[in-house]
């Protein structure tokens, strides 16, 4: 059980952090480090058994007889992923050490952050589509704590709402998608749908499961119209942006496509809609952010660029495209990661993230220059960093289409063309040219602060200069998960002079261009204004308007402190919906009611009504009260007819403690008055009425057939043998439903407790 006792692991030492934080405050990102470190270093033992092509796989019984399980699978694409998230925490783990020593609540910090990656882990692993739901739900609710920690400001309050509502609601229909899909499939497990593509694509709820499940992943990962979150979401700290935003959650809803597309992809409705979604965030993202300043806002747009073409990748589907996806995935992990970090370094060590602000640094902050640059020539695809390989593989799988190659790579270019301008501004602006004034004097960040984003550009070369040892291994085990065949693609970093090539180099050219000539079309584009109706972000205002307007309309027609207003709306609506169900059922059995009456029932009956006659017409609270009471113990009686002593002796103690206690408090209340209205009491009466009558149907509709139940079979036989008890009814409350007629005791005793603390208040009698 190795996945399962790692998971577990990653969640006690989230839980363990704070207690460890307040000991070791002053070098704990050292502590810290070591929980990413020692899951890495754990899924890694697996390498060598997945590289061969076999998968690890473990399950655990949670709730069998729905086909829910503990169950874990791991291949070469949740190896991929979980050595991405695990490497990327052991840096941003590091850094935060360093980064947040000066944050209030740092130790509640290292559970969100903890909790999360954890959560992450169980999200690529999930075998079961709701184990893989409910691990997906706890990176939005930690992702929503991170956004928000700074919740002293509006702005991230805010922001972590927004963020948490949309991807909120792309669960619910994420969550839809699912069980769709086990309707057609009757299973959730992944696995187990992998041979089942021609069932599920030939099934009529192929378009609605389509249709939730990428909703799910697009809110998830960013995607317009739903990108406007993610740029919003850098009022986090700068680790949480560095971790979750650009490496590992935003990836979640890229890993889910990756992973249904054997199941449920290889149709034009799933292809195309994967393909243009990616190529409009790729392309609309990117534009996005020709006049942002501020540093971690730029890195946003340029994650969400790298994010559609990822996307776009999976839509296109083929062999090579699949290989960038791979590389690409890597590449951008690494070299964004990096300068997330490099980011957060010069905001912390200058007191300002306004690119404008920031220049000629490279004398006091060498080490960080060289990260920067390291990171940004793998952004910007320049040989030998492993980015480069990532684009030229994008470009050559692009140009492979016949009928979208040449509008997809014109877009393409243009879309890294602003991403060059955007590396240009965040790693190479703020380290040359002239020395510029900042809030606070700038210096090189401590030695903690530097080894991961250094470590991760360092990768980035690394993995460019032996792209064949390090990532082609995994390749195609990674790929045999999306696609049904072997890539058997080799890596060369290298391809000769071709119109990749050419491309590469055009892409830079512009990139470059766009660069010098920003500031002279900048004033001119900060004038521009898209209108509210095509902003997808003014859709989630009105919208969120909208639902707020709506409760509180909801609030003062339910929730109005009149009680009797609350069961007037529990009583309708409980009627209105029993008796459409009634309705349906009365065509199918004959009710054949017995009026044969004895004496004693009639006076009963009539004692009823004449109590409840007395009751509602009388004046007098005594006699309200004695009629009260003779209602109670008539119905009391009618139980002793009809067999039941126990609940009529219960019914005869109910009955007298209420007495007894209106008696005792009639002298403090005030004189009786009429305050409602004839058209209240006009309405009290229509829906008292209504009441009667469906529940007089109802008694007929069930005494008119012999209700068939195991249930009732089974209590009726164990009750005697099990029990030693011939009353059914009591032995379910005392023994089979023990712990539910405790917890109504433990309620009552506790109702009671607090109105005794109540009568016993007092108010101080003034001088």
Same mark, same amino acid.
């Given at each position: ?23 070791f405050k002053e070098f704990f990102g050292w502590i810290a480090v070591t929980f990413p470190l020692y899951l890495f270093f754990g899924f890694l033992l697996s390498y060598p058994q997945i590289v061969i092509g076999n998968v690890v796989r473990e399950s655990v019984p949670w709730v069998p007889s729905l086909g829910v399980n503990f169950t874990f699978l791991l291949d070469g694409l949740s190896l991929t992923f979980v050595l991405i998230i695990t490497l990327i925490g052991a840096a941003v783990f590091l850094f935060a050490g360093t980064y947040m020593k000066g944050?209030?609540? @740092? ?86 749908? =992998? ?47 560095? =971790?979750?935003?650009s490496a590992t959650m935003v990836k979640a809803g890229i890993y889910l496509i990756a992973r249904m597309n054997h199941a449920i992809g290889g149709t034009a409705l799933w292809q195309d809609t994967i393909l243009i979604t990616g190529m409009v965030t790729m392309l609309f993202t990117a534009l996005l952010a020709f006049k942002q300043t501020d540093l971690k806002k730029l890195l ?10 990822? @996307? ?90 016949? =009928? ?157 402190? =009149? ?44 004692? /009823? ?31 002793? /007819? ?126």
């Open positions: 059980m190795l996945i399962l006792t790692l998971l577990a692991t990653g969640f006690l030492a989230a839980a363990a952090a704070p207690f460890l934080y307040n000991r944050y209030e609540y @740092t130790g509640r910090f290292y559970v969100y952050i903890g909790i999360f990656m954890t959560s992450m882990l169980g999200l690529v692993l999930s075998d079961n589509m709701l184990l893989l739901f409910v691990f997906w739900e706890l990176t939005s609710v930690t992702s929503y704590l991170l956004i928000g920690f700074h919740h002293h400001k509006q702005q991230s309050r805010k922001s972590a709402l927004q963020a948490l509502l949309v991807t909120g609601g792309g669960s619910l229909t994420l969550l839809a998608g699912i069980i769709l899909l086990y309707q057609v499939t009757g299973s959730f497990e992944i696995s187990a749908i =992998y041979d089942m593509n021609e069932v599920i694509t030939g099934h009529e709820l192929y378009p609605a499961i389509v249709l939730l499940i990428l909703t799910g992943a697009f809110t998830k990962s960013a995607q317009f119209p739903f990108h406007f979150w993610l740029p919003n979401a850098m009022e986090a700290p700068t680790p949480v942006s560095a =971790y979750l935003h946003a747009y340029s994650t969400l660029s790298v994010l559609g073409t990822l @996307t776009m990748l999976l839509g296109i589907g083929s062999k090579l495209a699949i290989k960038a996806f791979f590389i690409y995935i890597i590449a951008h992990s690494l070299y964004k990661g990096a300068l997330f970090l490099v980011a957060g370094t010069l905001d912390r060590e200058t007191g300002t993230r306004d690119v404008s602000q920031l220049g000629g640094l490279r004398k006091v902050m060498p080490v960080t220059t060289i990260t920067a640059a390291l990171a940004s020539f793998s952004m910007m695809g320049i040989i030998p960093l492993v980015g480069f390989i990532g684009k030229e593989t994008v470009y050559t799988s692009v140009l492979e289409l016949d =009928y979208w190659g040449t509008f997809l790579i014109a877009i393409a270019v243009l879309a890294n063309a602003f991403v060059v301008m955007i590396t240009l501004f965040v790693g190479f602006k703020p380290f040359w040219g002239n020395l510029l004034p900042t809030p606070k004097k700038p210096r090189e960040a401590p030695v903690n602060m530097l080894i991961g984003p250094a470590l991760l550009a360092g990768l980035g070369l690394l993995f460019g200069i032996f792209p064949d040892f390090f990532i082609s291994r995994l390749l195609d085990q990674s790929a045999q998960s999306i696609l049904p065949e072997m890539l058997s693609l080799k890596i060369k970093i290298w391809q000769g002079f071709n119109l990749v090539l050419l491309l590469s180099f055009v892409t830079l050219l512009l990139g470059g261009m766009v660069y010098l000539f920003r500031a002279r079309f900048l004033p001119r584009v900060q004038m521009l204004t898209l209108p509210g109706i095509v902003k997808p972000s003014a859709w989630y205002d009105n919208a969120l308007q909208w639902v707020l307007s709506f409760a509180n309309l909801q609030t003062r027609m339910l929730q109005n402190g =009149y009680l009797r207003n609350y069961i007037i709306f529990i009583i309708v609506t409980a009627v209105a919906l029993a008796s459409v169900s009634l309705y349906h059922a009365a065509g199918e059995v004959t009710v054949a009611p017995d009026f044969s009456i004895t004496f004693y029932e009639a006076a009963i009956a009539f004692i /009823i009504v004449v109590s409840v006659f007395i009751l509602i017409t009388s004046t007098s609270r005594l006699k309200s009260i004695v009629a009260l009471g003779v209602l109670g113990f008539s119905i009391g009686i009618t139980f002793v /007819i009809y067999g039941a002593p126990d609940l009529a002796l219960t019914t005869f103690a109910i009955e007298t403690l209420n007495v007894i206690l209106f008696v005792l408090v009639l002298y403090k209340l005030p004189r009786f008055l009429k305050l409602s209205r004839s058209s209240n009491r006009v309405r009290d009466a229509v829906i008292a009425t209504c009441v009667g009558v469906f529940m007089t149907l109802t008694v007929l509709f069930a005494t008119s057939f012999e209700l068939s139940s195991e249930v009732k079979n089974y209590f009726a036989a164990a009750s005697v043998p099990e029990a030693k008890g011939r009353n059914v009814v009591n032995v379910i409350l005392v023994d089979f439903r023990a712990f539910d007629t405790l917890g109504e005791i433990t309620v009552l005793a506790i109702a009671a407790l607090g109105i005794f603390a109540l009568l016993k208040l007092k108010p101080e009698r003034k001088e």
